[in-house]
Structure formats: C-alpha cells, structure tokens
C-alpha cells in the first residue's frame, strides 16, 4: 500500500512540471529561441503578471513569438523557469538566466518549467 | 415657604417677562445657591449641592444662605437611606468650616523670614554707627580705603534688598502641613551667622572699645558678604532646584477620572502638591457630580426582582451573605443594560446638540440686534428720531431676553446651570459686548465645561486641600510614590515616575547620499 502511494506520488510530482526542449534557429548571426523573459532576484516581483505570489522572483516567460522554436517545442506564456540545460533558474538575476540561455555554444536547451493551468488541470482531476 | 420639590432657579423665568424675572431672580437667588439643579423628572437619588465644591466651603456667602432648605429637599429614591445622613454630615461639617476665622498661622512664616531678614539688613549698619555713637573720639581716623568700603558695602546692601524684595517678598500662596524644610534651615542660618557675628562683635569691639575703625568696617563688610552668599544659597534651593525636570507625576481625579501629566523637578511631596494644585485649577475641566453616574433607571434594573429571606438565627452576617447572592443571581441574569446605556448616551448626546445648535442661532440673532455706535454717525442720527443710547450694561440686558430660554434650556440638558446664574450670564454678555466679541466668542464659556479656575469667586480664606500619603510629606519624591489630595467630594491621586534617562546617539547623513532607482522590471526576448 506505501509502495503504491509513493509511486503516485512521483507521478505526481513529474506531472506539475514539464520538460522542454527547444532547437535554437539560427537568424542571421543570432541564435533565437523565440520568446521573452521577464522576472530575476534584482526585479520587482509585485509586476509580475503570471505569478501566483507576487514575491516569487523567478524567471518567467512572458512572450512567445508565434511560429517560433519556442511556440514549436510546447513552451507557453506564463510558464516559470525553473531550469535550463540542468542550471537553476529561481534564483537567479535577470541578466544571468539571459547570459545562460543565450550561449553561442550550445544549439538545444532543455527548460524545466512549471505551469499554473498544469497544476489546476491536475487539481481538478483528482477532486 | 412653598413646600415645593427641587426644582431650578430658571423654571420661572421662561415665560413671564422682564421686570417680573427681576424680581425672582433675587428672590431665586437667595434660595437657588445652595440648591442642586439637576432637572427633576429623574427618579435618582438628588446629589448634593454641587456649587459647594466650587464655591469654597469658607465663602462669604453666609448671607445668601437659604436656612430653610432642609425642608425643601427631595424625596430619595433608592435603596439607601444611608445618603441622607451623609448630606446631614457634610452639611453639618461645611457650616462649622464657614463659620471658622481668618487663620493667622498663614502670614506667621512670611512676618517670621521679613523680620529676620530686616535683622540682617540692618546689622551692618548698626556694626558701621555703634562705635560712632559710643567712642567717637577715640577712633583712630581712617582714610581712602575706608572710603571705598564705604560705598562697596552700600552697593551690596542695596543689591540684597533689591534681591530679597524681587526673590522672597510676594505673598504666600499656600500653608504647608509641615515645615517648609528649605527654608526654615536657611532662616536658622540667617539666624545662626547674625547672632555669631554680633556676639563677636559685642565680645571683640563693644567690651573693650575697639579704635581700630577700620577693622570694624571691614568685619562689616564680611558679614554683608556673608549674607549674599546665603541668599545666593536661597536662591538655588529655593527657586532654581525644582527647575530641572526629574520625574513624570500623573494626576488622577477619582470622580471622573479626568488626568493629566506633568513634569517637575526634585521636590519634597508637600510642595509638589502645591504645584500640582496650581496646575489643576487651570487644567481640569471642572468637577460637575451631575454628570457622574449612570442614571439609577439602569442599574436599578439589576437588584429589583429578588428578595431574599434569611432563615438564620443569627443575622449579623446576614448583609453580606444577603448581597452576595443578589449578585451572583444579577450576574446571571442576561444583562441588556449596556443596551440602554448606550441608547441614553446617544439620545442625550442628540438633546445636546439640538439644544445648541437653537441657542447658538437665538445668540446670533440676539447680537445682530445691537452695534457699536460709531463717533461718525451722528450725521445719521439727527435726521431719524434720536436713537437711544445704552452703555454695555443695559445693552446687554436688551439683548439677553431672546435669547435667555434657549440658554436656560442648554445648560439644563447639559447639567450646567448650578454654575451659570443669570447674573453671571448677564455681566459675561456685558463683557463681551464691550470687546467687541462674535456670538461665538460669548458663548465659548458655555459650550465647553472651562477649567475650575473660571469658576473661582475672590475671597481671601483659601481652597482647604487634604494631602494623604503614606510617607511623611518632607520627603522627597521618587519613584512609586503615590499620594492624594483630598477635597470634601473627590480627590486626585497622584503617581509619580522618573522620567527616563536619554541615551542620544549620533548619526551622520552626507547630504549628497540621497540617491534613487527605479524599480526594475525588464522583459528581455531570447
């Protein structure tokens, strides 16, 4: 029976939170990945539209260019950042988690992101 | 004499006219002195004359006295018959107060201190005359340097009286239960300087005829030195001392609990008492009993409704045990008197403010009826009929009838009238009439209840205030200290505290160090 729970539980640990994995397109000679971000320790977190509590100073996204990698790999507005290529993003400043997702040398970057209507959908479903 | 019940010194006036009013207004106030006001109708028990504690207990009213106001007492509602004989004792005691002579004692110290000081005054000068007077002859003659102690001992003789007459000569205000500490050992030692002094001199010069004058001059002139260094010593324990702030007393009337701060300095209690009764006369808001307790109509409400029968023999702690029980069953009855106090309040509180505004409209319209007669105006006047010319007082008499029942009526609702006879009313309007004050300004008096020395009649006898304290009344005050000052109805109680000790520290601001961001919120596109 604990053994039971405790896979659900990890199941629903996995479920809040998405993988993703997008594929930089090279414009000209920029490297883009296709959406903004806004948020960081040295912001003001009480601006932050998307956020549920307006004192989470993490990275999230708050644009998506439409046909971009980003809108083609799944990302979607209002997702935070919660990681990128295995760095973590919530506590970092707005120029860092900028620097670490623009890197010339690296052509993917994989994000862990958590989205609010993630969490409801799953809320909802197991009411 | 009407048999009537209680009842106010303006019930008659309201309606009848203004030579008639005159007439019972001296009739009135014959009786109405000593009378409560608080307005009939209530069914709480009468509380007693609240003029007495305005008026001192020793005033010369002795003559408006009503003496048959025994008879014309109300009936007492309530569950005590012990009021009535408390208003028989406090009657009984405020006769045998009014009745007791001028005190003597309070100008005893003061002639005491004037004397002694004239004493030293006069000291020098009798050392200077005496060998003059007694030995002419014999004296050695003394030139120059006698001259200028002369004239340097007639400058600090004069500066010691001037001093004295500036610092010690004003009337006393105050008699003190105790010795005044400071200045009896300065007296004693004015005293003790002055008696050494002319015990050497009679001891030294009188006996074997000194002929050195200048000596003599010179011994004068020491004493004199003397004498300002001990008025000097006068001087800061007497005056500058209590000057420095040290400690923090809060001063509690126990009737209504109207309170105050105050900060003073070292002093013994008997003097800050003293002070603290200077500064209550024109703080507080004077006492008025009728404004005190909650109307009987709602605590009576409680103990009615139960009656207990003690089936004991023995019925000595049958008071007690009786109630007790009456209540513990009030407490559990549900208790919906806040209910109506707070109703009251309010219906009271809307009786006051529609009696106000009435009076403040009849006393503006009243004032729009007279004005200051201009010296330029005659021009005017000769023309019309001559108007006829009043001077303040029978201005103010003109003007008072419209507006004499809506203040009679105000300061019913509001418990004032023991303190406003239309006398005063009368000669308040004359006041304000002369200097040119608004409607406003005249009825600032009555709006507000002022501080107890606006109620003050001149009379030389003095406020009798009891001062209780556990320590003896020379001691100095310090912290916790907590003694009273007693009148016949209230008291204050005050409570003294240090005032805590400052610790200021330092910080620097470079003016240039005020500096300001934005605050950020960037949105970069990756």
């Known amino acids: ?127 | 004499m009407d048999n009537e019940s209680q009842y106010s010194g303006y019930s008659y006036k309201s309606s009848h006219s203004r030579s008639s009013r005159k007439h019972r207004d001296r009739r009135d106030r014959h009786r109405s002195k000593s009378r409560d006001g608080s307005s009939r109708g209530d069914k709480s028990v009468t509380i007693q004359a609240p003029g007495e504690s305005l008026l001192d207990a020793e005033s010369t009213r002795g003559d408006d006295r009503d003496d048959n106001w025994g008879e014309t007492t109300t009936v007492v509602t309530g569950t005590s018959e012990h009021s009535v004989s408390n208003e028989d004792l406090t009657r009984v005691s405020k006769e045998l107060e009014e009745s007791s002579p001028l005190e003597c004692k309070r100008f005893l110290g003061p002639v005491l201190g004037g004397c002694l000081g004239l004493f030293a005054l006069f000291t020098p000068l009798a050392f200077l005359v005496l060998p003059q007077l007694l030995w002419r002859e014999a004296l050695e003659p003394c030139g120059t340097p006698c001259e200028g102690l002369y004239v340097s001992l007639a400058f600090k003789l004069l500066v010691l009286l001037i001093s004295s007459w500036a610092l010690f000569l004003h009337p006393p205000r105050a008699t003190l239960p105790r010795f005044f500490v400071f200045r009896c050992l300065l007296m004693v030692l004015v005293f003790l300087f002055v008696a050494s002094y002319w015990l050497f001199y009679g001891v030294r010069v009188l006996e074997p005829r000194e002929r050195d004058y200048r000596g003599i001059v010179e011994y004068a002139a020491s004493l004199v030195d003397a004498l300002l260094f001990i008025q000097y010593l006068a001087l800061v324990l007497l005056e500058v001392r209590h000057l420095q702030p040290a400690f923090c007393l809060k001063v509690v009337r126990t009737t209504d609990g109207a309170s105050r701060f105050y900060n003073v300095g070292h002093l013994s209690i008997q003097r800050a008492a003293v002070w603290v009764l200077d500064q209550y006369y024109r703080d507080f808001p004077v006492y008025n009993p009728a404004l005190l307790n909650l109307p009987k109509s709602i605590l009576s409400k409680k103990m009615s409704g139960f009656k207990v029968y003690s089936l004991d023999e023995n019925s000595t702690n049958n008071s007690t045990s009786q109630s007790r029980a009456m209540i513990a069953a009030a407490a559990r009855r549900r208790d919906n008197s806040h209910n109506e106090y707070y109703y009251e309040e309010a219906e009271m509180d809307r009786r006051c403010r529609k009696r106000k505004a009435r009076l403040v409209v009849a006393v503006e319209e009243a004032f729009t009826h007279i004005k200051r007669l201009q010296d330029d105006d005659p021009a005017v006047s000769s023309h019309k009929h001559p108007r006829e010319v009043m001077d303040p007082r029978e201005a103010a008499q003109a003007i008072f009838a419209p507006m004499a029942r809506a203040m009679q009526k105000y300061l019913r609702t509001t418990r004032q009238q023991p303190y406003h006879s239309m006398e005063s009313i009368l000669t308040h309007l004359q006041f304000c009439i002369t200097h040119n004050m608004t409607p406003k300004a005249f009825l600032e008096r009555y709006v507000s209840p002022g501080p107890t020395m606006q109620y003050q009649r001149e009379n030389g006898r003095g406020r009798q205030w009891t001062l209780v304290s556990e320590e003896p009344v020379t001691s100095a005050l310090r912290q916790g200290l907590v003694f009273s000052l007693r009148r016949l109805d209230f008291s204050l109680v005050v409570t003294v505290q240090p005032l805590p000790f400052l610790r200021i520290g330092e910080e620097f601001i470079d003016p240039k160090s005020h500096k300001f961001v934005m605050r950020l919120q960037s949105e970069t596109s990756v």
Request: proline share 3%; net charge positive.
């Open chain 1, 1 to 127: 029976m604990s053994s039971f729970l405790s896979q659900l539980h990890f199941q629903l640990s996995c479920a809040l939170q998405q993988r993703i994995e997008i594929c930089k397109l090279r414009q000209g000679e920029h490297l883009i990945l296709g959406f903004s971000i806004g948020g960081g320790i040295d912001q003001d977190p009480g601006q932050n539209p998307f956020s549920e509590d307006k004192s989470d100073k993490g990275i999230y996204v708050t644009r998506v260019t439409p046909g971009g990698p980003a809108e083609v790999a799944g990302l979607m507005m209002g997702d935070k950042v919660m990681q990128v290529n295995g760095w973590d993003m919530t506590m970092v400043t707005h120029d860092q988690a900028r620097k670490r997702l623009t890197k010339k040398n690296e052509d993917i970057v994989r994000l862990l992101v958590t989205r609010k209507s993630l969490e409801q959908a799953v809320r909802h479903s197991m009411m």
